[in-house]
């Protein structure tokens, strides 16, 4: 049981695009001294990226991500006369509990894996010296302060939305400068009769707080229902940032718009500026002519509501969405807290009660079920599948506008299969040869074109069948590799 929880660990961790700051592939081994710097430096990254664990694989090529197995044995190896793992943690500060295990993952091909808990208390120390991953490089955590600063930060707990916006505001004030009845509209309850029922419900809600002479307004209270966000020093900078380009690239913006409103109060008129942006199609009806969004609304809708609610504020950067001839692109500052393959089936919060707060006034979907809906809506419009980046501590997901099957590349057709595997093992569906033509609107005499990307889509791992006894292909159902 153990040797396959670890396999699966592997096969998660190649899946993903690159090496990152709580993850490295090696080889071989090659020193004690290198070893205890990656373990300082992945788990100091774990705890910037909020991963609860960093990992160091030996029998992985960097790059490629091929398995290829490793003569490094971790469990026997020594360093002088002392075992390396007693050395390790004798030269490390705190003393972590990391974990190593060694594990055949086939036959032929051996696994030195070390499993790192994320810093906690304080950056974790390699021989008096902190360190950190930057891309595929190991350095000196002192070269980056702003690096070391946000470790110390969430080592101490400190958590963006209960952070003080602004300090010794009076109950008036408070209404002056938020605006408290899009908190009760948006809810459905009625306004209070008065000042002190408004203050009181924000008080429960964490949109403010008191101490004994005093109100003060959390940054919860001001990224939401600011009437202006300029009034905030801590979350101006925060504004949804939509920017329309006249080409396929940023070489001409046409206009740009600057969001001044908490995203509750501004977050109708902010989707309502998007798609008024955005290319439609004219209809002609029997009477009537109609326009048709290219984009579906309400995939709009749920990305914008992730870009806001998913972002790391304490990350530099904001919320932005970019509108080129030929896509949108929305994005947020932070790497996301899971793999992006799995956004459609699990979910983690970094804003707990933001995304509370924003499900409840109805701007987004419950808990994991937002992703569905923006890939069947995409399917709907016969899209090319969304496409999700997580680059430089910044995750984008790319809404392409339509493409005709043959001028779809090899990549674009395994992301679509993959995805509408997804969406239909959540609905409790499989995907088959016809479920996939009808996504594609091929032609039944055409199967055999959705045969070939289902064939592309399981050469790349990314999809398996159900029943691999079942000889016949026809009748033959697909489910996402993780299910």
């Given at each position: 049981?153990?040797?396959?929880?670890?396999?699966?660990?592997?096969?998660?961790?190649?899946?993903?695009?690159?090496?990152?700051?709580?993850?490295?592939?090696?080889?071989?081994?090659?020193?004690?001294?290198?070893?205890?710097?990656?373990?300082?430096?992945?788990?100091?990254?774990?705890?910037?990226?909020?991963?609860?664990?960093?990992?160091?694989?030996?029998?992985?090529?960097?790059?490629?991500?091929?398995?290829?197995?490793?003569?490094?044995?971790?469990?026997?190896?020594?360093?002088?006369?002392?075992?390396?793992?007693?050395?390790?943690?004798?030269?490390?500060?705190?003393?972590?509990?990391?974990?190593?295990?060694?594990?055949?993952?086939?036959?032929?091909?051996?696994?030195s894996l070390f499993v790192i808990?994320?810093?906690?208390?304080?950056?974790?120390?390699?021989?008096?010296?902190?360190?950190?991953?930057?891309?595929?490089?190991?350095?000196?955590?002192?070269?980056?302060?702003?690096?070391?600063?946000?470790?110390?930060?969430?080592?101490?707990?400190?958590?963006?939305?209960?952070?003080?916006?602004?300090?010794?505001?009076?109950?008036?004030?408070?209404?002056?400068?938020?605006?408290?009845?899009?908190?009760?509209?948006?809810?459905?309850?009625?306004?209070?009769?008065?000042?002190?029922?408004?203050?009181?419900?924000?008080?429960?809600?964490?949109?403010?707080?008191?101490?004994?002479?005093?109100?003060?307004?959390?940054?919860?209270?001001?990224?939401?229902?600011?009437?202006?966000?300029?009034?905030?020093?801590s979350v101006y900078r925060k504004?949804?940032?939509?920017?329309?380009?006249?080409?396929?690239?940023?070489?001409?913006?046409?206009?740009?718009?600057?969001?001044?409103?908490?995203?509750?109060?501004?977050?109708?008129?902010?989707?309502?500026?998007?798609?008024?942006?955005?290319?439609?199609?004219?209809?002609?009806?029997?009477?009537?002519?109609?326009?048709?969004?290219?984009?579906?609304?309400?995939?709009?809708?749920?990305?914008?509501?992730?870009?806001?609610?998913?972002?790391?504020?304490?990350?530099?950067?904001?919320?932005?969405?970019?509108?080129?001839?030929?896509?949108?692109?929305?994005?947020?500052?932070?790497?996301?807290?899971?793999?992006?393959?799995?956004?459609?089936?699990?979910?983690?919060?970094?804003?707990?009660?933001?995304?509370?707060?924003?499900?409840?006034?109805?701007?987004?979907?419950?808990?994991?079920?937002?992703?569905?809906?923006?890939?069947?809506?995409?399917?709907?419009?016969?899209?090319?599948?969304?496409?999700?980046?997580?680059?430089?501590?910044?995750?984008?997901?790319?809404?392409?506008?339509?493409?005709?099957?043959?001028?779809?590349?090899?990549?674009?057709?395994?992301?679509?299969?993959?995805?509408?595997?997804?969406?239909?093992?959540?609905?409790?569906?499989?995907?088959?040869?016809?479920?996939?033509?009808?996504?594609?609107?091929?032609?039944?005499?055409?199967?055999?074109?959705?045969?070939?990307?289902?064939?592309?889509?399981?050469?790349?791992?990314?999809?398996?069948?159900?029943?691999?006894?079942?000889?016949?292909?026809?009748?033959?159902?697909?489910?996402?590799?993780?299910a």
């Open positions: 049981m153990e040797t396959e929880k670890y396999t699966k660990l592997i096969n998660d961790l190649v899946r993903m695009p690159a090496e990152c700051e709580w993850m490295e592939f090696k080889q071989n081994f090659h020193s004690p001294e290198e070893i205890g710097e990656r373990i300082s430096a992945l788990s100091n990254g774990a705890c910037l990226h909020n991963q609860p664990y960093g990992y160091l694989v030996f029998g992985v090529k960097d790059g490629t991500h091929e398995i290829t197995g490793t003569t490094f044995k971790v469990k026997t190896h020594t360093r002088g006369n002392e075992n390396l793992e007693n050395w390790l943690i004798n030269r490390l500060s705190p003393r972590i509990d990391f974990v190593a295990h060694e594990f055949d993952y086939d036959h032929e091909r051996h696994i808990p994320a810093a906690t208390n304080r950056p974790v120390d390699f021989l008096n010296t902190s360190y950190i991953r930057v891309g595929s490089v190991t350095r000196k955590l002192s070269e980056f302060p702003e690096k070391e600063a946000k470790i110390w930060r969430t080592a101490s707990g400190t958590v963006f939305e209960k952070e003080i916006a602004k300090t010794n505001v009076s109950a008036a004030d408070i209404i002056q400068l938020l605006s408290t009845q899009t908190y009760f509209d948006l809810l459905k309850i009625p306004y209070p009769s008065n000042q002190q029922g408004v203050i009181e419900k924000f008080i429960s809600e964490g949109l403010i707080v008191k101490d004994k002479v005093n109100y003060h307004i959390t940054n919860l209270g001001a990224i939401l229902f600011a009437k202006n966000l300029t009034d905030f020093d504004s949804v940032r939509v920017i329309v380009y006249k080409g396929k690239n940023k070489i001409e913006t046409i206009r740009e718009q600057i969001g001044t409103k908490g995203y509750a109060v501004g977050f109708e008129g902010l989707v309502d500026w998007i798609n008024s942006q955005l290319p439609a199609n004219e209809e002609i009806g029997k009477a009537l002519r109609k326009e048709t969004r290219m984009y579906p609304e309400i995939a709009i809708r749920e990305l914008v509501a992730n870009a806001i609610i998913h972002q790391d504020f304490s990350e530099k950067g904001f919320p932005m969405v970019e509108i080129y001839s030929d896509r949108i692109e929305i994005s947020n500052p932070g790497n996301p807290l899971i793999n992006p393959e799995r956004f459609i089936d699990e979910y983690i919060s970094r804003n707990d009660k933001l995304a509370d707060l924003m499900r409840r006034m109805g701007y987004c979907e419950e808990k994991g079920s937002g992703l569905d809906k923006v890939i069947f809506y995409v399917e709907l419009f016969q899209l090319p599948a969304i496409n999700v980046i997580n680059g430089d501590n910044r995750t984008s997901v790319t809404m392409y506008s339509y493409m005709p099957l043959n001028d779809m590349d090899k990549k674009d057709r395994v992301r679509a299969c993959y995805q509408h595997a997804c969406l239909k093992y959540v609905s409790n569906e499989k995907m088959t040869n016809q479920s996939l033509r009808e996504r594609f609107q091929i032609e039944v005499h055409n199967y055999s074109i959705a045969s070939r990307i289902i064939r592309e889509a399981m050469d790349e791992g990314v999809i398996k069948e159900i029943d691999p006894d079942n000889k016949s292909r026809k009748y033959a159902g697909y489910i996402p590799f993780w």
